[in-house]
């Protein structure tokens, strides 16, 4: 059985805990290999590499740190697609949605490369008398990042990517889930010149998670997953004087104005809806058509597509989505549905009962579709991260603003529309991070920021863009006088530059 151990000083070690966890393959339910979960003091080991590379890492100047980046996007695109497969190959997705993760990771570390313009301080000449004031950004020094399985590439680069190229060692603890690409990313960093130490892997569960939690040596902490764990991060690590910020859970719903283009409306919600069998922070959960025609179009539209989707194994390029993740999440969606039918929602598309010849105990389930869901059922109000849609239907516009505003969570939003007036009205009212204008995955490229409102974001940064270069550097503002012979006395009032 293979073994996927932790990266430490720039090579892999092995796990010396005796505790593991299996890695399986999605497809057939087979346990592929299994990850070494560390204990405290391999996770100690691991900081004390990212401490002592740490100094000389921040001395090297940026355009030096930029040089690594750019290299290391030479090194992933001669290897997208091996790299593409073995990340399918864990976490079930297909090919082309693999390749799209990776992508998207690259875009960040495409922004990285930036950094000696992004780390640039500011100036002010003559702030007083003979007096200048300038103030620059720092790296923090070890600095952290966990992360979930449903992008086991594009998280770890957003987070570790910008942090790096600021400066920072890094510690990244990716899911348990999907390891390999993240352990391979650490690889290909340290081929593109990255010293050893200034980035470690270490796989595990709460044990390492809680030991980069309360190690003083470790200054912030990122962290993307699902929101209870975003919320116990978030206050154990701020309890231990951390920086920290962490992105969780979603319900993001799509709106369907009854002027909207009825057929586009329907792709976006099949892709949005279904794409990586629903296993994404942005996929759209909710369908909100306003009005009862709208509605009866809608879903009339919607049932043959749903029940048409192409499921199968990740490894063939013509289904639309491949397994779920691990068993216990099929079985959790299946849970979810079972709960929908008692709570009295109309089920018009039943998934549960799918099966593939050949690939009878793969994760797979068939795309769901409920009609008539209340926002009082747990179906509509907690997050259940498979290929299931509920669609709300909404007397008017009023109360399809209110929907998703009033909800816990407020990652995405969407609205499809002709009317130029209610678009804008809608972006700026929607209490919602991210919004989407007839366009339902609304995640903002590298150089702006992405974030979650309310139960999907909790510190007040937002992760990639300038927000990334803020969380990751602390500023150090300078007042400076020359000539420092100036001689006027002792001063015992404040300084006022008049
Ligand atoms: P998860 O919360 O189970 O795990 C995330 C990370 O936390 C993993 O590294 C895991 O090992 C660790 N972890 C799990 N339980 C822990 C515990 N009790 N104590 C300490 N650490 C623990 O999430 P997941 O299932 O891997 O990912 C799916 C979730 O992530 C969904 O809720 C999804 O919406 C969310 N997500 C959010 C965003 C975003 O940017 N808002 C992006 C992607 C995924």
């Not at 709300?392 to 007036?421: C, H, M, Q, W």
Request: aromatic share 10%; proline share 6%.
């Amino acid at each position: 059985m293979r073994e996927i151990g932790h990266f430490v000083g720039g090579k892999e070690v092995k796990g010396t805990s005796g505790r593991f966890g299996d890695v399986f393959n999605p497809n057939t339910g087979e346990v592929q290999a299994r990850v070494a979960y560390a204990k405290h003091s391999e996770v100690e080991h691991a900081i004390a590499n990212a401490a002592a590379a740490f100094p000389a890492w921040a001395a090297t100047n940026p355009q030096r740190r930029a040089r690594v980046m750019f290299k290391f996007l030479e090194l992933i695109h001669n290897q997208f697609d091996e790299l593409a497969r073995l990340l399918s190959s864990e976490h079930g997705k297909t090919f082309a949605d693999s390749k799209g993760d990776i992508q998207r990771g690259l875009e960040v570390v495409e922004f990285a490369c930036g950094i000696p313009h992004l780390m640039k301080g500011e100036f002010s000449e003559g702030a007083g008398p003979g007096i200048d004031l300038y103030s620059f950004r720092q790296p923090l020094g070890v600095v952290a990042g966990i992360t979930p399985f449903n992008f086991p590439a594009m998280i770890p680069l957003w987070k570790c990517a910008p942090a790096i190229a600021c400066g920072n060692a890094f510690i990244l603890k990716p899911s348990e889930r999907d390891p390999s690409v993240p352990m391979r990313l650490a690889e290909l960093f340290i081929k593109a010149g990255l010293p050893p130490g200034v980035l470690n892997v270490v796989n595990g569960d709460k044990e390492a998670v809680d030991t980069i939690l309360t190690d003083p040596r470790i200054q912030a902490v990122g962290f993307v997953g699902s929101s209870p764990i975003a919320e116990y991060i978030y206050a154990t690590g701020t309890a231990s004087g951390k920086r920290v910020q962490c992105f969780g859970g979603a319900k993001n719903h799509m709106i369907v104005m009854p002027d909207a283009d009825m057929d586009q409306a329907v792709d976006a919600l099949i892709g949005a809806g279904y794409g990586s069998a629903g296993e994404r922070c942005m996929a759209v959960s909710v369908a909100v058509p306003v009005g009862k025609k709208t509605a009866d179009t809608l879903v009339q539209k919607l049932i043959p597509r749903v029940e048409n989707l192409k499921i199968g194994p990740a490894t063939d390029p013509h289904v639309d989505y491949g397994p779920l993740v691990t068993r216990a999440l099929l079985t959790k969606v299946r849970d979810y549905i079972d709960i929908g039918v008692k709570e009295g929602a109309k089920l018009l598309v039943d998934g549960r009962n799918f099966k593939l010849q050949g690939y009878e105990n793969g994760n797979f389930i068939g795309g769901c579709l409920f009609d008539e869901v209340d926002p009082d059922m747990r179906i509509y109000k907690e997050e259940i991260f498979g290929p299931v849609l509920s669609v709300v239907r909404a007397k008017n516009y009023e109360e399809a603003v209110r929907l998703p505003s009033e909800n816990e969570y407020g990652n995405g939003v969407a609205i499809f529309t002709r009317d130029g007036d209610t678009a804008r009205d809608f972006t700026s009212r929607v209490q919602v991070g991210m919004v989407g204008v007839n366009f339902a995955i609304p995640v903002p490229l590298s150089y702006y920021t992405f974030g979650g409102w309310k139960r999907s974001g909790f510190g007040d940064l937002n992760q990639h863009g300038p927000d990334s270069i803020r969380f990751y550097t602390k500023t150090k503002t300078v007042t400076a006088r020359w000539p420092s012979g100036t001689k006027e006395g002792a001063e015992f009032v404040i300084p006022t530059m008049r």
